[in-house]
Nanobody, 120 residues
Framework: QVQLVESGGGLVQAGGSLRLSCVASGSIHSINNMQWYRQVPGKQRELVASISYGESTTYADFVKGRFTISRDNAKNTVYLQMNSLVPEDTGVYYC??????????????WGQGTQVTVSS
């Protein structure tokens, strides 16, 4: 079994910063892409940022220049540094990892989500 656990969410004022972490654990052979998604009230879940095993990154336009995704392959962990937060960033943030477990095929796994609330 593979589990992803996010942490680091919370309440912050507009203009502030938060750093999210997501740790993958279990029977993991390797992890390819790791991603952060968010679901804001009234909208579908959307991709925020993605990072490959080789640390190539992509970002949604609405976070470019404000958020930074990074990873520590030795720790099976992905981070999301969020700066200059605005109330529109409020939502539940989920990490997703494309994992190859030992003895099994590649499979996407999701964390349970962490709430981020930005007050004006």
């Amino acid at each position: 079994q593979v589990q992803l656990v996010e942490s680091g969410g919370g309440l912050v004022q507009a203009g502030g910063s938060l750093r999210l972490s997501c740790v993958a654990s279990g029977s993991i052979h390797s992890i390819n892409n790791m991603q952060w998604y968010r679901q804001v009230p009234g909208k579908q879940r959307e991709l925020v940022a993605s990072i490959s095993y080789g640390e190539s990154t992509t970002y949604a336009d609405f976070v470019k220049g404000r958020f930074t995704i990074s990873r520590d392959n030795a720790k099976n962990t992905v981070y999301l540094q969020m700066n200059s937060l605005v109330p529109e960033d409020t939502g539940v943030y989920y990490c997703k990892a494309d994992v190859k477990p030992w003895g099994a095929l590649n499979h996407p796994y999701w964390g349970q989500g962490t709430q981020v609330t930005v007050s004006s």
